[in-house]
Each structure stands twice: as structure tokens, then as C-alpha cells.
């Protein structure tokens, strides 16, 4: 059963999502993802947790059905707003899974305020990125404010995705058609511009470490877009980190593996080990170690 609860914070509306689980074994789950994901494309999280923690969906300000940002307002509206849906669930600590976009504000509520985080787990972080990829956000800026929405679509697909075929990437041109097409459906919704702009030229720096929360940080094993040699160099800013690749996937591992992020959120707010299959055949041994024994 979901229940969609409505919050106010700095002045913008927004809602959370909560799906309630059959039974509840250690504390609740909040969901944050990228700019293009909103409250329900959490399907296999629902379902991996459904016995063990109540999940939570959040579409804080500026995602499709909430207020978009003032020019003012920060990434930190967005950590007020979060830390809102932590009061309204009355409980005294969650667990964080963030992605990408989403990953920068969970670090940033962990930082702020670490004893209401149980565990944090934070995928394709963007720390540490280096100019190519703005240049590339940059020119498909331009094309989309010129009309050229194909070639918008075309170009930040080729930012998100690793295009190498060298290189195997799991479900990639079923992945790649779908991004596409929600894309293209991202370009017609009335906050469009507030979403592209923060998918496509936000740049926050993720400094400062963390101590005192368990986290994990995992990246596809091919992401172009924030490569794993960085997210690494960022794993190592908080003590006692854990960090995995999962192979065969790039920035958009949520889509092509979406099974292998449910299993390392259940095995790790459950503080218990991922089965065999979760992060595929082509892990690296130093991968499976660092699951076992933190950094």
C-alpha cells in the first residue's frame, strides 16, 4: 500500500511517496534520484523491499509535479526539504540511497545531520567531474534553444551513456531507447527548463568528508559520465566507506541494472551480504572484499 503525502519547505510544494511494507525490520529507505526520475520509477526497489523497510519516493522541489526552485534558492532548499520528510515520517533515523543528482543532496543532509542517517548509500556520484562533460551539456543546451530537440535528445544521451562498443553494457539499446523517449517527454513538461538545467549544468563540489554514517558507494563499471576512478577518489573522503562497481553497466545502471541496486540496498540497510548474482559474474575480486570488510 502507497500513500502520497504532501510537504511545504522555503515556501515550494512538494510530495513524498510511501510505500509500506508487509513487515519492517530495521529503518525506512528514502529514494532520491536523478533529474529525469520521479516518484515511481522505483519498481524493483519496491519490490526487493517489501519484508525488510518502508520505502520512501521523494520528489522534492523542482521534480515534475512540485514547485521549481527560485533563482535564490540552493542545494541546500533541497536538504531543508528532504530533512522536512524525515520530521513527517516520525522516526529518528532512514537510510539514503542517492543517485546521481540525488546522491548530492543525500551526502549533503549526511553532512548536516548524520545522527538522523542510519546508512548511506550514494550511486554515479558527481564528484570531482572535469570539464568535458559540461562542454557537452553546454552544446546540447544550444540545440534544444535552437528547436534541434532530436539532436538535444541525441546529445545528452551520448553524455549519459557509455556509445563504446567495446565495451558490453547490459540492456543498452533497451535502455538507451527508453531514456530517449522520456527525454523527449522531459522537453514538453512545463518545468522543463528548471529539470535540464539541473541535470545538465549543475556542478557541486563534495568535499568536506563524513564520518559516523555506514556508506556505500557504487558506480557502474563503464560510466563515462562520472567515471569510477573519481567516484573511488570520493569514497575514500568518508571513513569507513565501502565502494563497488557493478560491471557491464555505465551512468544509467538504474535502467540496465535495476536488480543489482535492489540487492545492494536490501543487503546493505540490512547490514547483510548481497547474493552471488547481484553484482554479476565480471566483479572484481577487490570489489567482493571491499563488500565484506570497509575501507
Known amino acids: 500500500m502507497d500513500h502520497v503525502r504532501t510537504l511545504t519547505a522555503d515556501g515550494l510544494t512538494y510530495r513524498y511517496r510511501l510505500v509500506r511494507p508487509t513487515a519492517a525490520r530495521t529503518e525506512p529507505l528514502i529514494a532520491l534520484g536523478g533529474a529525469f526520475q520521479g516518484l515511481y520509477d522505483w519498481v524493483q526497489l519496491e519490490d526487493a523491499l517489501t519484508d525488510v523497510a518502508c520505502l520512501v519516493t521523494a520528489g522534492l522541489p523542482g521534480a515534475d509535479g512540485s514547485d521549481v526552485p527560485r533563482p535564490e534558492h540552493t542545494v541546500d532548499t533541497l536538504v531543508t526539504a528532504l530533512d522536512a520528510v524525515v520530521d513527517d515520517l516520525d522516526v529518528p533515523r532512514v537510510n539514503l540511497l542517492g543517485y546521481s543528482h540525488g546522491a548530492v543532496i543525500a551526502f549533503r543532509y549526511a553532512q548536516r545531520h548524520p545522527r538522523r542517517c542510519a546508512r548511506l548509500l ?10 568535458a562533460p559540461f562542454a557537452r551539456y553546454r552544446e546540447a543546451g544550444r540545440l534544444l534553444a535552437s528547436g534541434d530537440t532530436e539532436g538535444f535528445v541525441s546529445a545528452v544521451s551520448a553524455a549519459m551513456f557509455c556509445l563504446d562498443e567495446s565495451r558490453r553494457v547490459h540492456r543498452r539499446a533497451l535502455a538507451l531507447r527508453s531514456f530517449r523517449r522520456s527525454l523527449l517527454h522531459v522537453t514538453q513538461r512545463p518545468h522543463a527548463a528548471y529539470v535540464l538545467a539541473r ?44 565502494f563497488v562497481t557493478i560491471p557491464d553497466c555505465d551512468h544509467m545502471l538504474l535502467m540496465e541494472r535495476p536488480d543489482a541496486v535492489a540487492a545492494l540496498a536490501r543487503a546493505f540497510i540490512t547490514d547483510s551480504e548481497p547474493p552471488a548474482h547481484a553484482l554479476g559474474p565480471a566483479v572484481g575480486r577487490g570489489d567482493r572484499d571491499a563488500w565484506a570488510t570497509p575501507r
Open 122 to 131: 550514494l550511486g554515479g556520484v558527481p564528484a570531482h567531474l572535469t570539464d
Open 199 to 242: 541535470a545538465l549544468g549543475a556542478r557541486t563540489a563534495l568535499t568536506g568528508g563524513l564520518t559516523g554514517v555506514p556508506t556505500l558507494v557504487f558506480t557502474g563499471a563503464h560510466d563515462t559520465l562520472t567515471p569510477p576512478d573519481l567516484q573511488r577518489a570520493f569514497a575514500a573522503t568518508i571513513d569507513g566507506s565501502r
